[in-house]
């Protein structure tokens, strides 16, 4: 349990809200590293073999989660306030991240690199709409690929579970998500 002290200034000054983006990124990061934390191993047992080959699938989607699991700068476009307090959904969470320029993900993204602990190149950014043999990008993200990142962080929302309501990690409490 976390005991955070604040003052009434500090408290007037606060947001409350919910992410589902940062928790699916959040979710999407774990089960892209092998599992270190007991609490997890059965959760992460049960959804690590089919978001590995959901990754493999797309080549976009796993260099997103590679970098993000081994970097000290998140990109602001990831980390946007939620827009809808305690109402806000993954669909109008990821409506927002669309909205951000080509030219500000790429530069948000080489920030991340060079603030990565791993090596890390950039190319899974550009060449071929994988699968459907057309290019995405000349020189920059383009926005259908930037939409796979939405479409994995869906899949993890919603296809990860048996259930059909996401991939979550477990955490105390009776949210319909603790599967």
Do not use: Y
Not at 21 to 49: F, N, Y
């Amino acid at each position: 349990m976390t005991l955070l002290r604040l003052s009434s200034m500090a408290l007037s000054r606060s947001r409350f809200a919910l992410s589902p983006l940062a928790e699916t990124l959040g979710s999407m990061i774990v089960l892209g590293k092998p599992c270190s934390d007991p609490w997890l191993s059965s959760w992460h047992a049960r959804h690590q073999p089919a978001f590995s080959a959901a990754l493999d699938a797309d080549p976009f989607a796993k260099g997103m989660v590679r970098l993000l699991g081994s970097t000290k700068w998140l990109p602001g476009f990831v980390a946007i306030p939620p827009p809808g307090g305690m109402r806000t959904t993954l669909t109008g969470e990821l409506a927002e991240v669309a909205r951000v320029p080509d030219r500000d993900v790429r530069a948000e993204l080489q920030t991340s690199v060079a603030h990565s602990w791993k090596q890390h190149d950039l190319s899974w950014l550009s060449g071929q709409e994988w699968g459907r043999g057309r290019p995405t990008c000349s020189g920059s993200c383009g926005r259908r690929t930037w939409a796979r990142t939405g479409r994995a962080a869906v899949r993890c929302w919603n296809g990860m579970s048996p259930t059909g309501r996401g991939c979550w990690p477990p955490t105390a409490g009776p949210e319909p998500w603790n599967t």
